[in-house]
């Protein structure tokens, strides 16, 4: 695995962050750097913990894991891809429910809990690349943070006039990932 392969990933798995962000974005009429730092930390935290978490789980079992490890991969990251995909495709509500809210600490744990589940599987695939494990985290909980920082402004900014829906690129992105580590280990 490579440092490319780890920015892709991250920039795939930072596509639920990013989605969210520029949701709550659209919600507010004036930003506030501190609560959006304050969202960008949580889930650049979150989105590198729980692959980190992932990893330790899966190095548990790497024995047993190794000789198929790459399958593990592919079908993690096309479960993910394609639950992102289905999410993308659901109609986008722009409505802001509970506004006042969308920034507190309570709030923003469970978003971030909620947008790094999947990333938590993630952490399995690095098993075969212990080398890299720290790299990743670090990168994937930095690409996170940017995405989420950069959302909030986007969302606040365009939020209403933008209809893209970043979790289908997000799927996309994990999915092709996930054949290219099928596809370098069948080689």
Same mark, same amino acid.
């Given at each position: 695995m490579d440092i490319l392969s780890i920015i892709i990933i991250g920039t795939g798995l930072a596509m639920d962050c990013f989605a969210v962000s520029i949701a709550k974005g659209v919600c507010l009429k004036k930003i506030k750097v501190r609560k959006v730092l304050r969202m960008a930390f949580l889930f650049g935290l979150f989105q590198s913990l729980m692959p980190l978490a992932g990893?330790?789980?899966g190095s548990v079992f790497s024995r047993q894991i190794s000789a198929?490890?790459?399958?593990?991969? =592919?079908i993690l990251l096309g479960i993910i891809g394609a639950k992102m995909l289905i999410e993308g495709l659901k109609p986008i509500d722009p409505e802001c429910e509970v506004t006042r809210h969308?920034?507190?600490w309570k709030t923003l744990f469970i978003l971030a809990i909620a947008t790094s589940i999947d990333a938590l599987a993630t952490g399995v695939i690095f098993v075969p690349f212990p080398d890299m494990i720290w790299y990743a985290v670090?990168?994937?909980g930095f690409i996170s943070f940017m995405f989420t920082f950069a959302g909030v402004y986007i969302g606040?900014? =365009?939020g209403r006039k933008l209809k893209i829906n970043m979790e289908l690129f997000g799927g996309i992105i994990l999915i092709?990932?996930?054949l290219k580590i099928l596809i370098e280990h069948s080689i």
């Open positions: 990893y330790f789980a198929y490890d790459h399958w593990i991969a =592919f969308v920034f507190r670090s990168i994937i606040s900014k =365009f092709s990932i996930g």
